[in-house]
């Protein structure tokens, strides 16, 4: 396996998912990590693996560089791409970042908010930008405001930073953010602040951290599959190693929206959001 920088949240839980996986295979994991995925350091991690025969090569969390340059790389290796976003060059497995999005924007506006602010991940990686899709998209069909988004580094501190700039205006009344870590540290500004959650403010995570759940309030937040996702990535790629394929097969995990005690009906009717 390739694993580009495991330190992450989703991509630690995605390296156990696989890891899982294997121990019911005839297969055994190897992993290499690559923390700064450049063309010489992947050229390196891909000569690694094929030195000690490899049949094969999950690459967990690539970005669209990095599945190009692997592309090019594996020769006549087979190769998946495991939590990746949009692209046509190599098998993958990946969430439904898109569809978890929409869920979690559609459940706030349902509850009576009338439009749904938006922290988002850094505008480089690929499923921030499918979370940001989901929660615009579902904005514009329902016929609501469109608030400026917030971006964030999936931190939680600076999700506390952008959460006390939101506390301060009176019209944010529901805040989807595209990570539980970031959304941690909204709580904290939301308290600071005095504004109640859920009372004065519904906020809701994804990813589905086990933490979530023992936050006051705890966590509504979208869960992504990572076991699930483990299992059908060693999947695709062992039926690409002992059957091969023609063509490019992508496979999508769905998400699930966990519901708990940071989001409530709306309490009054909010202002309309700024465009």
Known sequence: MLSLDPTSYDKAWTLLGIERATRDSDYLASIVSVPAPT?????????????????????????????????????DVPIV?????????????AIDHYAGAAAATRHLLELGHRTVFHIAGPADRTS??????GWRDTLVAAGADIPLPLVGDWSADVGYELGCR???????????????????GVLRAMFEAGRRVPDDVSVVGFDGVPQGEFFSPP?????????????????????????????????????????????????SPALSAVV
């Open 39 to 75: 063309r010489r350091t992947l050229a390196i991690a891909v000569a690694r693996l094929r030195g000690v025969a490899v049949d094969g090569i999950l690459v967990v969390a690539p970005e669209q560089d990095a599945i190009q340059t692997l592309a090019e790389l594996s020769g």
């Open 81 to 93: 791409a495991v939590a990746s976003g949009p692209q046509e060059v190599l098998s993958a497995v």
């Open 128 to 133: 921030p930008g499918a979370r940001f899709a």
């Open 166 to 184: 939101l506390a301060t205006r009176t019209e944010v009344t529901a805040i989807f953010v595209a990570n539980d870590q970031m959304a941690f």
């Open 219 to 267: 966590l509504t937040t979208v869960r992504q599959n990572f076991n699930e996702m483990g299992r059908r990535g060693l999947e695709l790629l062992l039926t690409e190693i002992e059957v091969g394929r023609d063509g490019r097969v992508r496979e999508t995990i769905p998400t699930e929206l966990i519901l708990r005690g940071s989001t409530a009906v709306a309490a």
